[in-house]
């Protein structure tokens, strides 16, 4: 069985604040998939990163990076300096079969304040 | 193209009435997924195509929906006898099966009310 979950339901910060968000996933698969997607107000989910399970390496994409622990079975994600316009909810996802189907969390809803 | 298009956004019915939804994926986009999504929660896998072909659907497509692809293009998900329960907001998602990223581009949805 597979399984998502993101503890954290909501997190407040002040603007330039760093927001990270934690993922913790549960799956008997060796290779798999996992996903940052953004959904903002006006509903729409945007891909944000992908990681597969044979690289761990950490990586910084803008104000984005992500924290890959596959012996904590851990895909954590951070938003460094938050911007207003981060405000969202954020929902971790993991793909372990072969054509695609996403297991999503619950969601962290972001809210960034001036 | 702008990216995968869902309409109607927004649908309001009457409990026992059947509605449909229509998706139009990314033109090259050859798979397609629909998920369900309620408040406060992540989206739920509903059903996958590849081209034209169901491949697989989830125990939470009951029987009273039904899902088509005709010519593996636009897809169409269509719920009989509505309940109450099925109010939530049914999300489209395409991917091209040939990209080493299978990253799913996701449409805006369409958010239905069962009164």
Not at chain 2, 5 to 29: L, Y
Not at chain 2, 85 to 95: E, P, V
């Amino acid at each position: 069985a597979q399984k998502v979950t993101q503890a954290q339901t909501e997190i407040s910060v002040v603007e330039k604040e760093d927001v990270t968000l934690d993922c913790v996933y549960e799956t008997r698969d060796t290779t798999y998939y996992l996903f940052w997607y953004k959904q903002p107000p006006s509903g729409e989910l945007v891909f944000l990163i992908r990681r597969n399970s044979f690289d761990e390496q950490n990586e910084i994409s803008g104000r984005y990076s992500w924290n890959f622990q596959k012996s904590t079975s851990s895909f954590n994600f951070t938003i460094t300096a938050s911007q207003v316009v981060d405000s969202a909810v954020y929902f971790c996802a993991l793909e372990a079969d072969s054509w695609g189907k996403l297991q999503f969390g619950a969601g962290t809803q972001v809210v960034v304040t001036p | 193209d702008t990216g995968v298009s869902q309409n109607p956004r927004h649908k309001i019915t009457k409990r026992g009435q059947n509605v449909t939804f229509r998706c139009d994926p990314i033109s090259e986009h050859n798979r397609l997924y629909w998920y369900r999504q309620t408040l406060g929660q992540g989206p739920e896998f509903l059903t996958y195509f590849q081209n034209e072909a169901q491949l697989e659907k989830s125990r939470l497509l009951s029987d009273r929906f039904s899902a088509e692809r005709p010519k593996g293009s636009f897809s169409t998900l269509e719920i009989q006898r509505t309940e109450q329960g099925d109010s939530a907001m049914y999300l489209c998602a395409s991917s091209f099966s040939g990209s080493s990223y299978n990253e799913q581009f996701f449409g805006p949805g369409t958010r239905l009310t069962v009164l």
